[in-house]
Every structure is written in structure tokens, then in C-alpha cells.
């Protein structure tokens, strides 16, 4: 989401910020993508439980 900000993931649902309007909101989700600048941040992203694939 452009002009947002990440608040919460949940295995069913992402919460974040939109910027734009300021205010919170909620979205259903099945899997979530991280794109975090040019090299994923693997290490910091397993130490908060994230299960990574990272299919080559």
C-alpha cells in the first residue's frame, strides 16, 4: 500500500496506517511479501518468526 505504514501482521489479517487519510485499517490476507530494499533482511525477519522461501 503506497503512503502507509505497517502496524500489525496477523496469520489472517495485516493492519496498517494509511498516511494519507490517518487512519488505521485492516486487510484480509493469505501470504504477505516483504520487500524491504535491495537484500531481504532474512536474519531479522526469522528472529520475528517470519518463515521465509526464497525460491531461486
Known sequence: MWNS?????TPG?????????????E???DYVFVFAGGEL???????CGVAIDTRR
Open 27 to 29: 486487510t484480509p490476507n
Open 41 to 47: 533482511p532474512t536474519d531479522f525477519l526469522k528472529a
Open 5 to 9: 505504514n505497517l502496524v500489525e501482521i
Open 13 to 25: 489479517m495485516v493492519r496498517y496506517k494509511d498516511d494519507a487519510a490517518g487512519v488505521q485499517r
